[in-house]
């Protein structure tokens, strides 16, 4: 009994570490995944997806096939939820629903013909006004969103410019921050991928471990940083280069006679360069730093209205005196 207690205890005790470490890794992937505009619904329709693959992909490792229970319960997926992701093609397909918020503002706006002007480009949009405004735009596609709220984040994002007179226009129709490009996409996912792979292997096989170091000081000098940059990058180019080579005589030795049907592997090494603040880590201040916005306020058109009918009636005052 005290056997299976403790051991239970070590289970828990591994599970919460394995937790905090999965938010480390979760918190930097969730600033990348919200600058290129993915939603949370659609991080989770992509998260169930990969769940239900890697689980079906362990069965057929430990017994020879897939076993929809056997999925179902590693994943805590509904069977029928498993069966149908297992039916479909392995491809990540763009969720129907669960678009970021402000993409779908953006896209209304670009498609919807009542957010059009006469040449089929999107109009120049009052911010406020019960017809026609940025203000009806963003109740019928902002899922909920404030009109306040969704102003500051596509003005975040230079998607949209405000113009005078309480006016706003579209800048871009997707809202990816500048920089961002497919292929440095691609990298990210890659590289990411191939780090959490060699760290969780050499979890699981403590014999032989693959080669992971880490050279690290948390007290570095900030007038040095640029000067250890500037090394780090020469030595770090040299290092790779030469690995380069290792790897290179490694292809040409596979083209002998004797080992033309060995399936060939994919080998490699990354070195990368990491730098952060701890106090901004430790404390994080988000009042500190930030802008305040300048509060947006309706147009009372009453009064206008009412200004304008006292300028109408004084000049008929005006014209009875002069006939008078």
């Not at 995944?33 to 992509?46: C, K, R, V, W």
């Not at 988000?286 to 109408?312: F, M």
Request: contains cysteine.
């Amino acid at each position: 009994m005290k056997k299976a207690k403790s051991r239970l205890s070590t289970t828990d005790a591994v599970k919460d570490a394995t937790a905090i470490a999965t938010m480390r890794i979760i918190d930097p992937l969730l600033d990348f995944i919200f600058d290129a505009g993915i939603s949370i619904p659609e991080l989770t329709f992509l998260i169930r997806e990969r769940s239900v693959r890697a689980a079906a992909r362990r069965t057929l490792k430990e017994s020879g096939r897939i076993s929809r229970s056997r999925v179902a319960i590693i994943t805590g997926l509904p069977r029928s939820e498993v069966g149908r992701i297992l039916r479909s093609p392995d491809y990540l397909p763009v969720p129907p629903r669960g678009q970021n918020p402000a993409r779908r503002v953006l896209s209304g706006w670009y498609e919807d013909a009542d957010y059009l002007a006469k040449r089929g480009e999107p109009a120049i949009l009052p911010i406020f006004g019960k017809r026609r405004s940025f203000e009806t735009l963003v109740s019928k596609y902002g899922g909920g969103i404030p009109v306040r709220a969704m102003l500051d984040e596509l003005t975040l994002l230079d998607a949209v410019e405000r113009l005078q007179n309480q006016k706003v226009r579209p800048r871009a129709r997707l809202t990816v921050l500048t920089g961002v490009t497919n292929s440095a996409i691609a990298a990210v996912g890659e590289r990411s991928r191939d780090l959490i792979e060699t760290l969780t292997e050499n979890v699981r096989n403590c014999s032989d471990p693959l080669f992971e170091a880490t050279a690290l000081v948390n007290d570095a000098d900030e007038e040095m940083i640029a000067l250890i940059r500037r090394e780090i990058t020469a030595q770090g180019s040299s290092f790779v280069n030469s690995i380069h080579s290792l790897l290179n005589r490694s292809r040409k030795a596979r083209t002998s006679s004797s080992r033309k049907n060995v399936l060939p592997r994919r080998m490699g090494v990354t070195v990368f360069y990491f730098q952060d603040n701890l106090q901004s880590k430790r404390q994080i201040d988000p009042i500190v730093g930030t802008r305040r916005r300048k509060n947006l306020r309706r147009i009372d058109n009453a009064s206008d209205d009412s200004k304008r009918v006292k300028k109408i009636q004084g000049r008929a005052k005006q014209k009875q005196m002069q006939h008078e």
